[in-house]
Each structure stands twice: as structure tokens, then as C-alpha cells.
């Protein structure tokens, strides 16, 4: 293991989709580095196979470059960690994969003198199991929250069940930043310094989650660029059909617009969103984690009520936000006025700095000092101590890691595939195709097969 006074630090990523791999690839290159900004950093990239593995398209438009990018099973993974060096380890999984891994790293570490500090998060907006999900990260040496409200949170989840909440560091979300939105020098004048006004639609892969809703939404929208034709209407999707994000889409818009006539005015769009918001006036959404990044630039930001405000929708989290508004309110020129203390809480410095001081800039300096003490800890680092064990949870903790063909003490089940060696050129091509075979039953065979049995 390389001493923490190295000019260099080794770090490692195990995303398990395009959305966890951007954030975690981007946590790693801010809280990696130490405050005095001299440490350079190695970036090495596995992303777990599952049916949300990135595909190459994908992994292009996120824009973080890795050294070393490869693609693993979890029991892979394990192996890998037995033998390599790293001082860094960011774990950006869903909770039960992390669970998983930490019991594994648990065991592959075992008896060694040196480990890697290992850190896990959330992607975005945490809306919907947070108890669950937090428990399954505990065990991880720093489990970063976005914002204050996230820390405060989290800290009172790990407190109410006894355990240990000393790793939850407040952090920001890693890709915020860009240009601020310079706003309009005439309102009533749409045609100017970027040309068209421009209305975009942050559409999500799982939000909503049924045909009638995704109907409805996508002809408010091409409604809206009926109603004002000079106005440019984006519609930003996240995948095209066939590959996955973080959540299943059955119900791509992609196919859904294929029955509509749009006007000349209404487009979709791919690539990065930070690139779409570079040209944005108005920025549209159900509960995207890209209202933040929006909001963060100043960018006038509307969250939609249309479908209700809803746990299951996640746009119940903007309450107290401002920014909550109908496609009635907006086809008739409203333009909604973020509330100060509530975006600061969200950790957004809108415009910079929030209102309750320091800078995005700073927002990770926490995080850095803890991993540069815990990398300089005498005798190096403690086991990982995961808040679920056999003896405390019995009737879960087997199940969870059995997904990852791990047995209850981390270790490799019998039959595990790969436990034993890495897989060959042809094992990756069946890999691909079995894939490949499982998106093309998720978004073609099962959504037929619903529409039969509702004959």
C-alpha cells in the first residue's frame, strides 16, 4: 500500500451503472486529492456486471477518463482487491451490492496490515428507503451525504439503531459547476444572447413508470413548443432503447413520440447535462437530480405537480423548494423563484456560495482531511464492521449477498462464476449477449406480454 506522503494515490471505482460511475468516478478526483491540491491521482475503473452495465456509448458521454476501466463480477472484484494496492476505494453500488462488498472486502482483508480507506454515497436525490438503504452502506469508513439535510439524516438513522455514525462526512454532489446562467437582459424579448429560448425536459428512466403518465407528460411538452413557437423545447434523454441506467426503462420516450407529430421546434437530445445546460432558459423535471445541478447555476427550475406531489414520483422531496409548478403555470409564463435557505440546505451554492457560507470549492475539504487522517492512522485501518451481520440479521444479510454468489462469510459460494480465475474472451462475449438478450425482454418481450394478459 503506498504511504499517504506519496505525490500519488491509487484509487478505485466499482460503479454498477453509467449514473453511479459518473459520480463516483467525479467523488473519487474531489475527495481524493488533498486539500493542498499536490497529490496526483490514479483512477482505475470496474464496473460491475449487471443488466445496468454502461455501455460504451454511455460511459463516453459521461466524460471522466480512467486509467484503467474494466468490467468485473462482484466476486472478480474481490479477488482483484486481495492482490492490488489501493488507497482509495469508492464503492458507488446500489446498498445491497455494497453490503455485499463490504462483507467481502471484510474477508479478502482479513489479516493484512494495510487497506484502502473505502467510501459510498448516493448518486442524487435520496427520496424514497432511506433507512434501508443507509443500513447497507454502514460499514464503509466514509458514507458521504450530498447536503446538510442528507447529514443530518443519516446521522439520526445510525443513532436510532445503535450504530456507529462517525462516517457520515457532508459533502456536495460531485457535478455541479459550469457556467451560471448569465438570465435574460429583456424577459419579454426570447431571442437573444443564446439564441432561442430554450425549454428542457429532464426526462428519467423510472419516474414516471407507466405509459399514460409518460403519454401525458410528453404531450404537455410538445404542447408547450406548439403554444410558443419561437421557444427551442428540449426533451433530454438519459439512454437511448436498449441500454440501461440506474432504474429499468420499459417505456423509452424514444418510442412513445413515434405516434405523435411534433412541431419543427421540439427536438430530443442526448449527451452530457451539464453541455444541455450550458444553453438552457427554463429547466423542466419530475424529481431529477438535474433540477439540483439547474438550480446550482441559477437556471430557472420548475419541479412538475401535474401528476401530484407523491413519494412515489420522489418530487415530494422540492417541498419548500419554490420551484414547484404545473404545464398550465408555465405555458403561461411562470417563472418560478428558487427560496434561498432551502437550496442551501440541499447543498447547492447557487451562484457560488451559500447562504450559509464557504463555497462548492471547500465542500469536499471535510471528506479530504478525514481520508488523509485515516490513510495516516498508526497501524493502519481497522476491519470493516458492517452494521448487518449473520447474528444480527439472519433472515436478509444471506439473501443479499447470495445475489452476488457470496456465502455468509463474504466468501465465494460454490459454483461461483469466475470465483477462481479472470474470465477468458469468450466468456465476455457471452456476457454481452446475455445482456443484450435481457434488455431486449425488458423493454420489447415484457411490455407485450402485460398488454396480452390485460386482454
Not at 454515497?121 to 452502506?137: F, I, P, Q, S, T
Not at 462526512?169 to 431571442?191: I, M, N, R
Request: hydrophobic share 35%; charged share 25%.
Amino acid at each position: 500500500m503506498p504511504e499517504s506522503a506519496t505525490k500519488t494515490r491509487r484509487v478505485a471505482v466499482l460503479a454498477d451503472s453509467d449514473t453511479r460511475w459518473k459520480w463516483g468516478a467525479l467523488t473519487a478526483s474531489r475527495i481524493a486529492q488533498e486539500n493542498t491540491g499536490e497529490a496526483d491521482i490514479r483512477l482505475d475503473g470496474y464496473l460491475l456486471r449487471g443488466r445496468a452495465t454502461p455501455t460504451p456509448r454511455q460511459l463516453h458521454e459521461v466524460g471522466v477518463h480512467a486509467d484503467l476501466l474494466r468490467e468485473v463480477t462482484a466476486v472478480e472484484f474481490l479477488r482483484t482487491m486481495a492482490r492490488e494496492s489501493y488507497d482509495v476505494l469508492v464503492l458507488a453500488l446500489v446498498g445491497g451490492g455494497v453490503q455485499a462488498v463490504l462483507h467481502g472486502l471484510k474477508r479478502v482483508w482479513e489479516g493484512q496490515p494495510q487497506r484502502p480507506v473505502v467510501v459510498t454515497g448516493y448518486v442524487g436525490v435520496v427520496y424514497e428507503k432511506l433507512a434501508d438503504g443507509l443500513l447497507l452502506r454502514h460499514g464503509a469508513d466514509l458514507v458521504l451525504a450530498n447536503s446538510r439535510q442528507d447529514a443530518e439524516r443519516f446521522r439520526a438513522v445510525y443513532e436510532g439503531v445503535g450504530a456507529d455514525a462517525s462516517a457520515v462526512t457532508e459533502v456536495a454532489l460531485p457535478f455541479l459547476g459550469g457556467k451560471p446562467y448569465p438570465g435574460e437582459s429583456d424577459p419579454s424579448a426570447e431571442q437573444g444572447r443564446r439564441g432561442p429560448y430554450t425549454v428542457v425536459f429532464a426526462a428519467q428512466p423510472s419516474v414516471p413508470d407507466n405509459r399514460r403518465d409518460r403519454t401525458y407528460l410528453l404531450n404537455r411538452l410538445i404542447q408547450h413548443a406548439r403554444k410558443h413557437p419561437e421557444r427551442e423545447v428540449l426533451l433530454k434523454l438519459r439512454s437511448k432503447p436498449g441500454e440501461h441506467t440506474t432504474h429499468i426503462e420499459e417505456l423509452p420516450y424514444q418510442k412513445l413520440v413515434q405516434r405523435l407529430d411534433p412541431p419543427a421546434n421540439f427536438r430530443l437530445v442526448y449527451g452530457n447535462m451539464g453541455e444541455v445546460l450550458d444553453r438552457t432558459d427554463l429547466l423542466v423535471t419530475i424529481s431529477s437530480t438535474a433540477a439540483l445541478e439547474s438550480l446550482h447555476r441559477r437556471i430557472p427550475t420548475v419541479v412538475l405537480t401535474d401528476l401530484g406531489v407523491r413519494e412515489v414520483l420522489g418530487n415530494h422531496h422540492f417541498v419548500g423548494s419554490g420551484c414547484l409548478a404545473s404545464w398550465d403555470q408555465l405555458d403561461d409564463g411562470h417563472r418560478p423563484v428558487p427560496d434561498e435557505e432551502w437550496v442551501a440546505r440541499q447543498g447547492v451554492c447557487a451562484g457560488g456560495t451559500p447562504s450559509g457560507g464557504g463555497s462548492y470549492a471547500t465542500a469536499f475539504d471535510a471528506a479530504r482531511e478525514r481520508i488523509t487522517e485515516l490513510l495516516d492512522r498508526p497501524g493502519g485501518l481497522p476491519a470493516l464492521t458492517p452494521y448487518y451481520t449473520p447474528a444480527t440479521a439472519p433472515g436478509y444479510l444471506p439473501g443479499i449477498l447470495a445475489r452476488h454468489h457470496l456465502g455468509p462469510d463474504g466468501g465465494p459460494l460454490p459454483g461461483a462464476p469466475a470465483h477462481d480465475k479472470d474470465p477468458g474472451p469468450v466468456r465476455q462475449i457471452v456476457r454481452r449477449a446475455a445482456r443484450g438478450a435481457y434488455r431486449h425482454g425488458v423493454q420489447r418481450v415484457a411490455p407485450v406480454i402485460r398488454r396480452m394478459g390485460e386482454l
